[in-house]
């Protein structure tokens, strides 16, 4: 039995009057992952298919053809199709993966029936379409490793997050076997969003490890949505592409929190590793003792001169200190100056007095001379040769 394109065969004077049945698939909502096929025309058994019957698939579906329990045929390509006992398993593919080959050969297994109807048989569409809108959000917070290289911040914090995510079938046969089964009706996805929903956030403290390895910040991750996605379907491929069959298309970050206290201890920190730059620390003295002196200037409830006196007091507190570590500024300033100017040490003196940095002198135009070498024997040389051993110049 098989499946074969009714565009092929419509001219065909065997199967021009042995069309019985017409089975198709009204319309697949978001909500409905499976349905079972409709017979639009035909009478006799629902589960009953008979030779030369046609099946009709729309865009965005995939049909299987259950046998006996068992799947013996697929078709994820557009159009009208004829089912012939006389032929051999097909499978239409469409734009699904080669991986679904692999599955339909290792579960499809052929049932013979040596051209008899079978007892039962069904169609089902399943939809591939993109499922939007699954809404997700974590209850307890997600750890996440924050890493900031230029103070030496390496801590984890606790996150809050929540958004929304797609996946669709990318394996109907997978699909089918290990998740819907042979319903007979419709197999909606209210009945596996909590579960994808746990599992999901399950996955969640792995692939943050993996974003956070990349040097995202975390009040960054709503711009590098498809990082996560990416590294979500790494960490759910076992189960959910090589077990239930479907993957995650997208994955979108409405918004993204840490806690007060680790938000305060990372401005401390980043506040603190400013301050490792002596001038950065010598503005900040002298920022707060500018205002220290205006709070002082201002304090007139004891007299003019004990508002004098505050100034005096403000001013002297920690002066020394702003100006030493200025000082040690501009001595880390004048210690790096020397390694950013050109290096002197190339510069060779000709026999005319003239210094010259190039290869000939600027004055007379003689060349620079050899540098000297040792040779391992001893021997002090010029040339590219030793002229004592005759070794080669290192």
């Known amino acids: 039995m098989g499946l074969l394109?009714?565009?092929?065969?419509?001219?065909?004077?065997?199967?021009s009057d042995q069309w019985r049945d017409y089975f198709y698939c009204p319309s697949l909502s978001s909500d409905v992952?499976?349905?079972k096929g409709v017979k639009k025309a035909g009478k006799g058994n629902d589960n009953i298919i008979s030779n030369g019957s046609i099946?009709?698939?729309n865009e965005g579906q995939c049909m299987i053809l259950v046998d006996q329990g068992q799947i013996t045929e697929?078709?994820?390509?557009?159009?009208?199709?004829?089912?012939?006992?006389s032929t051999e398993p097909s499978i239409f593919y469409g734009n699904l993966g080669e991986n679904i080959v692999a599955s339909f050969k290792e579960f499809g297994k052929r049932v013979g029936f040596g051209g008899a109807t079978a007892k039962d048989q069904r169609v089902y569409f399943i939809n591939t379409k993109e499922i939007l809108g699954n809404k997700y959000g974590t209850v307890n917070p997600v750890p996440f490793r924050v890493v900031d290289t230029n103070i030496g911040l390496d801590m984890d914090v606790s996150l809050k997050c929540h958004g929304e995510y797609s996946y669709r079938v990318v394996d109907p046969v997978l699909f089918y076997k290990n998740i819907c089964g042979n319903v007979s009706g419709e197999f909606t996805r209210d009945k596996i969003d909590s579960q994808l929903?746990?599992?999901?956030?399950?996955?969640l403290q792995p692939a943050f490890a993996k974003v956070s390895d990349m040097g995202i910040r975390y009040s960054s991750l709503p711009g590098h949505t498809t990082e996560i996605a990416d590294a979500?379907?790494?960490?759910?491929?076992?189960?959910?592409?090589?077990?239930?069959?479907?993957?995650?298309s997208s994955f979108g970050v409405s918004s993204v929190t840490a806690s007060e206290e680790d938000e305060k201890t990372i401005k401390e920190l980043?506040?603190?590793?400013?301050?490792?730059?002596?001038?950065?620390?010598a503005a900040t003295i002298a920022s707060a003792q500018a205002q220290a002196m205006q709070d002082a200037a201002k304090n007139t409830a004891t007299g003019p001169m004990m508002a004098f006196a505050g100034m005096n007091m403000a001013q002297q507190a920690g002066g020394m200190n702003a100006q030493q570590l200025f000082e040690m500024g501009a001595q880390q300033n004048a210690q790096a100056?020397?390694?950013?100017?050109?290096a002197s040490a190339s510069s060779w003196t000709c026999s005319c007095g003239a210094t010259n940095s190039g290869n000939f002198c600027t004055n007379c135009g003689k060349p620079r001379p050899a540098a000297n070498w040792t040779c391992s024997c001893g021997a002090v040389n010029t040339g590219n040769f030793c002229t004592n051993c005759g070794s080669k110049r290192p």
């Open 5 to 15: 394109q009714a565009a092929l065969v419509a001219g065909g004077s065997v199967l």
């Open 33 to 35: 992952l499976l349905t």
């Open 55 to 57: 099946i009709a698939v």
């Open 74 to 85: 697929i078709c994820a390509e557009a159009g009208e199709f004829v089912y012939d006992t």
């Open 197 to 203: 929903k746990s599992e999901l956030l399950t996955a």
């Open 232 to 248: 979500l379907n790494e960490v759910l491929s076992k189960k959910w592409t090589e077990f239930y069959g479907i993957k995650i």
């Open 270 to 281: 980043q506040r603190a590793g400013a301050l490792r730059n002596p001038n950065m620390a």
């Open 337 to 342: 100056a020397p390694q950013m100017a050109p």
